[in-house]
Every structure is written in structure tokens, then in C-alpha cells.
């Protein structure tokens, strides 16, 4: 392991259970990097914590240890697990989804369910509602640091058991391409698609040239635009819509200096789709 400890959380930083689980880590070795993916997940959205760790673990060392905590069935009989990906970096977390965008998209090349007997926070036996403070930035941190190694997390379990939530295949049909609407950036508003720049390579639409876009909240239009496709949000007067690709490589729509969720007033995941089509030449 590097000592790098990365913690993603829906805990938000109003209350002290992110510095909490910071603590436990430094308990276990002060030598520890510990630095934050994000606490502003969705509450119980487990999706965008998958998908937050998808945008960002690839471009950490390998080694590196992330601690995942969005756990809406904390207390339950979910699986407390750690995975390690085709790119050598582990990830603790819920069995509950948070690694669907890892196993689908990177790789998962072993899992361990975490064995609470010898992975817990000591005297935490009796508290069932903080299992990211008392087993997993424990685990988190005794792994990262070196004190254990992966094979005594605990005992290894099917790859294939891993719990996966529901993702959009891309549809390619009549020239358009249908995806979902999988993820804000949020501070920006900009709408991130389920649709690869692989895929839409298969539309033939060159730099600067114009698609339609439209957005359907199930089978409701709510929007329709014809809009250039650009290389960055410059390409386009302030105000004006752009379809470019993202920094995970796939397909976006955004306003320059301003909020496409906003401005037309859309979601994210089910039901959500858009679809994408090359303009008669």
C-alpha cells in the first residue's frame, strides 16, 4: 500500500462524523495521507458514489484506498466488503451498489467480506448506526497503512456476488443514439450522459457541426434544441447550449456560464434519457 486513505461520504461536513472517521485513521498510524473524493454525495444516493469513484480513482496511485460511505441500510445484514480493482486500488464500502461503475466499467479483480471480529474499532461492538467511523475507515486505514493485507480483511467472496444497480445501454437506433442522463456536475449544472464518445462516433457529427438533443423525463419531451458541437463550453456564446465530451469520455450538454439542469428543469437517472441525432447535411 502508498499510506494514500481517500474518503467519499453523503455525511456532509456540518457535524464532526467526517473528522470522526479521520481520527479512527489517525488512531491507526499518523504516517496516513488521508484526503477527501467528496461528504456531498446525494443522502443514500448510491449510484453517484459509484459513480463519483469511477470519475476519480483511475487518476490516484496504485495502492491507493478509498473508503466509500453512503449506507442507507446501515445496521442491516448488507455486506461490509473491500474490492480490488483490475488498476490495483481498493475500495471499502456497503455491498449495496457503490461499486457498479468499478465492476462495470474498470474491473474487479477480488473481494473480501470484512471480518468485524478482528476489523472493528475497538469497544464499537454495541454501536450499529456509524460503520464508517467503526469498521470501515478502520479497515480502511489499517489496510492503507500496511498494518494488515488485503488477505486479512477476511474471507473472499465471488466477484460475480457483488451487488450492481441497474445501468442504461446505450441505444443505437435510426441514426440516434438514446442514453440516460446519468449525473450532474453539479456546481455547474452541465448533464452527463450514459452515452460513450465510442458510441457517438457512430452519428458522424464533426467538431462545430450542430445535433438535436432531446431530454425526456420518461415519455415526456422536456426538451428539444439543436445545438453545436464544440470542444469546450468557448465554443459557444454565453448562454448558448453545447454538446461536447466530458472529462470521463462520454457525451454532455451544457450552457456556457450557465445551468442546463436548471434552465430546463431536469434530472438525473430513471426515467431520465436523451437522446442524440446528427442533423440532415
Not at 461490509?80 to 488498476?87: H, M, Q, R
Not at 466499467?105 to 470484512?114: D, F, P, Q, S
Not at 450522459?193 to 420518461?218: M, R, T
Request: glycine share 8%.
Amino acid at each position: 500500500m502508498n499510506n494514500f486513505l481517500v474518503f467519499q461520504s453523503d455525511f456532509g461536513l456540518v457535524d464532526g462524523a467526517v473528522s470522526a472517521m479521520e481520527g479512527v485513521a489517525f488512531g491507526i498510524s499518523k504516517d496516513l495521507n488521508v484526503r477527501h473524493l467528496t461528504h456531498e454525495i446525494s443522502k443514500f444516493n448510491t449510484f453517484e458514489a459509484s459513480y463519483r469513484l469511477y470519475q476519480t480513482i483511475q487518476y490516484w496511485p496504485e495502492g491507493t484506498v478509498f473508503v466509500s460511505v453512503v449506507d442507507p441500510g446501515v445496521g442491516s445484514d448488507r455486506l461490509s466488503v473491500v474490492a480490488k480493482t483490475v488498476t490495483g486500488h481498493y475500495v471499502v464500502t456497503p455491498d449495496n451498489g457503490t461499486l457498479t461503475h468499478i465492476a462495470k466499467k474498470i474491473g474487479i479483480v477480488a473481494v473480501r467480506e470484512i471480518d468485524e471480529a478482528t476489523n472493528r474499532l475497538k469497544n464499537s461492538d454495541a454501536s450499529y448506526t456509524f460503520h464508517g467511523r467503526d469498521v470501515y475507515a478502520y479497515t480502511g486505514a489499517r489496510l492503507a497503512s500496511s498494518t494488515i493485507s488485503f488477505e486479512e480483511v477476511g474471507p473472499e467472496i465471488d466477484v460475480n456476488s457483488v451487488k450492481c444497480l441497474p445501468t442504461f445501454k446505450t441505444i443505437y437506433e435510426d441514426d440516434t443514439l438514446t442514453g440516460q442522463i446519468d449525473i450532474f456536475d453539479v456546481r455547474y449544472g452541465s448533464l452527463w450522459s450514459s452515452i460513450s464518445f465510442e458510441d457517438f462516433k457512430k452519428l458522424n457529427i464533426k467538431l462545430g457541426e450542430y445535433a438535436n438533443v432531446c431530454i425526456y423525463n420518461g415519455d415526456k419531451k422536456v426538451c428539444d434544441l439543436n445545438m453545436l458541437y464544440g470542444r469546450s463550453f468557448a465554443d459557444v456564446s454565453v448562454g448558448s447550449p453545447i454538446l461536447y465530451m466530458n472529462s470521463v469520455n462520454h457525451m454532455a450538454v451544457a450552457i456556457n456560464q450557465g445551468s442546463f439542469a436548471e434552465a430546463h428543469k431536469i434530472g438525473v437517472g430513471y426515467p431520465w434519457k436523451i437522446t442524440i441525432k446528427a442533423l440532415t447535411k
